[in-house]
């Protein structure tokens, strides 16, 4: 394998992904990481400038329902639903001191 991952490396990863792994499960998804590096580098090697660009763009639509704008709830109900409430508006209770 040509692509070699430090150990730091895998801390940073492990740090970013907040993960705290194990010295076997750093080795396993090391060796993961590699493997995939050097899957890319055998893509990037291959030979594309013959193939044209193609893109297939499906139409999206909701098989289960009709799309259909409606105006939602009144404001009252859904105001009365609110657990906390200040005039015509939710009061969002402070989480962060």
Excluded: W
């Amino acid at each position: 394998m040509a692509n070699q991952i430090s150990d730091e490396t895998m801390e940073y990863v492990g740090i970013l992904a907040k993960l705290e792994l194990s010295g076997e499960e750093k080795e396993a998804a090391k060796a993961d990481m590699e493997k995939m590096l050097d899957y890319i580098d055998t893509l990037n090697e291959l030979d594309t400038s013959a193939v044209e660009p193609m893109s297939h763009v499906f139409p999206v639509c909701n098989v289960f329902r009709e799309d259909v704008v409606t105006n939602g709830d009144n404001k009252e109900q859904t105001l009365a639903n609110a657990p906390l409430r200040k005039e015509d508006s939710f009061e969002v209770p402070k989480t962060i001191g």
